[in-house]
Structure formats: structure tokens, C-alpha cells
């Protein structure tokens, strides 16, 4: 359940980056009132984080449905027709009269992107399923979406065993932690990148990891798991035991980062889904997050599960989940 969008992707070549002492906060650049050249541009439909772990889990042979809205436009046919293509159930998708569907534009420039970003304010509404869901994957909404979330922990109250993934998106972590506060109670496991937990704590750039896990878990998810760039991601359990997993040892350089902490996110809850532990569960997210890197966008990378096995199985180097 989340938002659904056209990523197009502007390859630049003419800006430039700075960043603080640390570079922790670097910003792009590029000349003020002029016309910048870029190489090519990309568009890429269908994705957005609850999209992309929709096809991930697909992909993997698990069957998964998208709740999500579209316009009455040109993208919104193209969305959904890439949803049926990759297997994806469409019956819980709306289509909206007089609404846009969301289209975002991704500057690209060496290995980092920034995207702009705009969500259309639909007219949300929680679906009747068919089913008990295994899982709900949650993710990212619009920012009139509150009310989208308190209506969901209602329908979760008739599905007491089915599991909930919560991986908040930009409004979501723009609205606070009190005002979400019980969609984190309710989480089985959740996930974000470093820079994300320290904006949903109110804590300044460069807290210990350790004591971000531990309070993410405060505000309720059973599993809380951070992601950390080229360091992987770390993770704490109910018990509160806490575990490293690293980047998959890929000899190759990423091409293009978007939708690696999707792929990692996603691919954990299907591997979770499919009765792995938490450490083999990570494994296989950071597999499926590699080879993300290795194409534009968020789901041409996106691995079956025999490749994905074969990749986990016969690693490149020592892959190895440790205690920390």
C-alpha cells in the first residue's frame, strides 16, 4: 500500500556537488539562469516504494497486490499496465477522475541522484480484501494521507496475524512520529535509511547506530532495520539483539542507486515471507539491492528467485551477517 509513480531520469553532466567538513550534507549545483546540457533522459513507470516491493516479491514467485491510486492519464495506463505485466494483482488499484497520476523527476549526475518529488492528493480509502494478507507493506503516501493510515489500523484489527511492513516515504516522516505513532506500534519490522532515522528522532546528523536502532524499536516495530550506504544495513530484533549485514561484495561500481534500499527492504520481507531469519532474510535483500544498482531505476534489477539463490549462495567474497 503506498503511492505509485513515473520516474524520469535526467542524466546530467554539467553541475557540480559541495559538501560540509564531513560530507554529510553535500548539495548539487549547477549554473544559476543558464541551460544546462544533459546526456539522456530516461522514464520509467510503475515504481514508487510500495510498487517496487509489489514486483520484487513478484519477481520472487510470491504473489502480491498493489493498492494504489492513478489518474485518468496516459502514465496512469502505462502504470498499470506494467503491474500486470510483471504479475502483479491490479484489482485493489483506483483510477481517479480529474486527478494526475504522480510523476517524479530524478536528477542524475555520477553514481547520486536527487528527486523531485510532488504527490497528487487523492482521494484515499482503504480497500476490502478478498483475503487475510500475509503481509501489508506500507509505504510511501501524500501528505493528506493521514487519515489513509488511521483507516488502515482499523482493517488491520480484522487481520490480527497479518504481518506489517512499514517503510515511510517523505510526507510520512514529514508528519511526525506522534502523529504516526500507532502505525509504528503496529509494525512487525521497519525500515530506513541513517539520515531518515535521524530526521524521524528529531537527532542530529551522526548519532551511534546502535542507539538509533534502539530507538526506532522504542517507538514501537518489533525489528527496526537502518540502512547506511556502502556500510550495508543494521538491524535489532524483539530480543534486542543487533546485527551487521554488508553490502553484497559486487566487484562491479553501482551505476545508479535509486531503489537499492527498496530492493533491500522489500526482498527481506519476502525472504521473512518465506520463512528465512532475520540475518538470511537481510542476505538476500542485499543481494536484490545489488543487482538494483547495476541498472536505471527501481526495477529492472530486480532478481528471480533462482539468480537471486544462485547470487546468495556463491558470493563474490566472505558475505557474512555478524553481531555488532
Known sequence: ???????????????????????EECEICMRWGDKIPYEFHQIVPAVGNASNAAVAAARLGIPSALRAYVGRDAHGAQCLEVLHNEGVDTEYMVTQDGKFTNYHYVLWYESQRTILVKHEKFDYSVPTLAAAPQWVYL??????????????????KKYPEAKLAFQPGTFQIKMGKEALAAVYARADIFFCNKEEAEKILGLPAGQDIKNLLNSIRALGPRT?????????????????????????????????ITGAGDALASTTVAALSLGKDL??????????????????GAQEGLLGREQLEKNLASPPSPFVVEPF
Do not use: W
Not at 1 to 23: E, Q
Open 224 to 256: 527496526a532495520v537502518i540502512t547506511d550506504d556502502k556500510r550495508g544495513c543494521y538491524a535489532m530484533d524483539e530480543s534486542g539483539a543487533a546485527i551487521h549485514c554488508p553490502r553484497y561484495p559486487d566487484t562491479r561500481a553501482p551505476y545508479e
Open 139 to 156: 509505504s510511501s503516501l501524500g501528505e493528506n494521507s493521514l487519515p489513509y493510515h488511521n483507516a488502515l489500523l482499523e482493517l488491520l
Open 279 to 296: 540475518s538470511e532474510a537481510l542476505r538476500s535483500g542485499s543481494v536484490n539491492a545489488s543487482a538494483v544498482l547495476q541498472k536505471i
Open 1 to 23: 500500500m503506498g503511492d505509485i509513480v513515473t520516474d524520469d531520469f535526467l542524466r546530467l553532466k554539467d553541475a557540480s556537488v559541495h559538501c560540509n567538513i564531513n560530507n
